[in-house]
């Protein structure tokens, strides 16, 4: 026995059955197993107790007076608190009729009496790891809705942002530590002569001979300390023009990445 203790983590189990004994027994056998057991002696009670406080499991006779263990268990499947309950019946009933209509209203096993340990646990552990199994598949499922869901608006703030800077005169640019453009709009584009994706195989050394890569460390480090200013320089068309530029910017982090927004101003091109 003592090799089932400690495989499962407790669960809360109801156990309905009209039979004092039988309650008495099935207690017994799962408490042994760490569960935490609920015991009703019929239907309607059953319900009440699932109702109020929804079990892991239910081991629910079939032969009960009042209400039988399928009309118990039609019930609890036509609620929304009940009908994820996994119910496993119980009865000395054997016939094939029975077990079909057992799974017909719902239920997911079927445990024959005179009760066998073995078999008693192996089905109650076998139909909680399943019903662990599905609720966390229902939680990564949730997570990965939701995950969805928010890169779905991301996508569709970023293209509102793009669209938004795409109306700017000025041309925009982002630039990364490493000097990499990692986001430049439309304007840039127009003026420098390069397409969007060009651009964005580039660096500041590529565009802007004042920045070049064996000065941009200590220049990087003296543009983030001043957190936003502005300066004047040159740019390199692509087809080998030189464009004054009076360039304003701003440094800023995000998802503990540090980048330099700059906003670009050409006179001789308005």
Wanted: proline share 4%.
């Amino acid at each position: 026995m003592n090799n089932h203790q400690v495989q499962l983590a407790k669960a809360n189990i109801l156990v309905v059955d009209d039979t004092p004994d039988n309650l008495r027994l099935l207690s017994a056998m799962l408490t042994q197993l760490g569960y935490e057991i609920r015991r009703v002696i019929n239907g309607p009670t059953a319900l009440k107790t699932a109702q109020a406080a929804p079990p892991d499991l239910i081991l629910l006779d079939i032969m009960m007076p009042e209400m039988n263990g399928y009309e118990v268990c039609q019930h609890l499947k036509a609620s929304e608190i009940t009908r994820d309950i996994p119910v496993i019946f119980i009865s000395a009933l054997d016939e094939v009729f029975d077990k079909v209509k057992a799974f017909a209203v719902g239920g997911v096993d079927y445990i024959t009496k005179p009760f066998s340990e073995e078999e008693v646990f192996a089905r109650v552990e076998n139909n909680l790891t399943i019903r662990r199994l599905q609720k966390q598949l229902t939680e990564k499922n949730l997570l990965l809705q939701q995950e969805i869901s928010d890169r779905q608006k991301a996508e569709s703030a970023l293209r509102l942002s793009q669209f938004y800077l795409d109306k700017f005169k000025d041309s925009i640019f982002f630039v990364n530590s490493n000097a990499q453009l990692v986001y430049v709009n439309e304007a840039a584009c127009q003026i420098l002569g390069y397409s969007r994706k060009e651009l964005l195989t580039m660096t500041v050394h590529d565009i802007d001979p004042n920045f070049p890569a064996e000065t941009w460390h200590s220049q990087w480090q003296e543009l983030r300390q001043k957190d936003s200013s502005s300066f004047e320089s040159i740019h390199l068309a692509q087809d080998g023009r030189n464009l004054h530029v009076k360039i304003s910017f701003s440094y800023l982090e995000f998802k503990e990445q540090e980048y330099l927004c700059t906003s670009a101003y050409y006179p001789s091109t308005h």
